[in-house]
């Protein structure tokens, strides 16, 4: 890689954890319109057209941002596949994915506001859950296959309705901290019940029961 390239990746870099810190630092009730590119390219050290150089936009240098936390949900997609019952599989990796966002509902809850006002943001997010969604439905067929699971809807059909599950959910739980966001259901138990509910509807429609194989 040649210097330039370096010093690109570097202010690339230094764009999104500047971003990064001005979602946080701008609490749950911020929007994107609250950041000044100028104040987020000061604080990354670059000028403002350097910023426009790397993002057409601040809902692109979002989507950006998200592509650094796609290490959690490919582990729980690891998790899906792993040993033990399957109950314990699915909720090991819904949890998983859960605690990942948990950790940063600031950048959630602008990926959010990102997809719905950027057609280009809102394409590049549903590309990334297709993989998902590609890799349950595949879950789903074996576990048919085997005839640890009964017949039912198309696999894909299937796994595209419950990553809509699991996309609902987690705006549910990063919006729970904004002002005058109603009580998610479970939030007094850290969103416990919740998630047993998700837990429950994933298993039951894959398997027509609450025990799995």
Known sequence: MSPAATRGDQR???????????LRDAGPDARLDDIN????????????SAF??????????????????????????????GDGAMRDRIETALRTVVAGWQRRTH????????????????????????VFVDVV??????????GQAPPGPPAHALATALLDLNDRTLERIVRADEPGAPDAPGQALGHDAHLEAVVHLWTTAIYGRTTTP
């Open 137 to 146: 439905a595949a879950l789903v067929e074996s576990e048919r296959e085997t």
């Open 37 to 48: 590119v100028v104040d987020l390219s000061r604080r990354a050290g670059v000028t403002r």
């Open 12 to 22: 690339r870099a230094a764009l999104l954890e500047a971003l990064d810190h001005q």
């Open 52 to 81: 426009y150089f790397y993002f057409e936009n601040k809902a692109a240098a979002v989507a950006a941002l998200m592509d650094e936390m796609e290490d959690d949900a490919w582990d729980a997609a690891g998790l899906l596949g």
């Open 107 to 130: 950048v959630h809850r602008a990926m959010l506001e990102a997809r719905a006002t950027s057609a280009a943001v809102r394409q590049r997010w549903e590309q990334r859950i297709a």
